[in-house]
């Protein structure tokens, strides 16, 4: 019998498909509301062709953003290449 696992989305808590290897990850619904640290909206996406690597964009303009860290309101994320393709953005857990 194959078991579905879930896990909550790390901002708003909702339920979503689990998966060990991003255990901080957020739901599709959450990604939009990535900021820069100073409040300006930011998406991610793959590199080239091959979708290989993870790069940022401004979403006002599309111009690079050169970081893989970004927020919603106080809390920090940090984005990068899902192993599979694709782009996961996880809740940075200050230690």
Known sequence: MNQQTTQPCSYCHKQIDG?????????KECMVLLTDN??????????GMM????????LDSKERYESSLCYIKNDQFAAQEHRF???????????
């Open 85 to 95: 393709g694709g782009i996961v953005v996880e809740k940075v857990i200050k230690k």
């Open 38 to 47: 100073a409040g300006r909206p930011v998406g991610f996406r793959n590199n």
């Open 19 to 27: 998966d060990a290897r991003y255990p901080q990850k957020l739901c």
């Open 51 to 58: 979708g290989t690597g993870c790069e940022g964009f401004y």
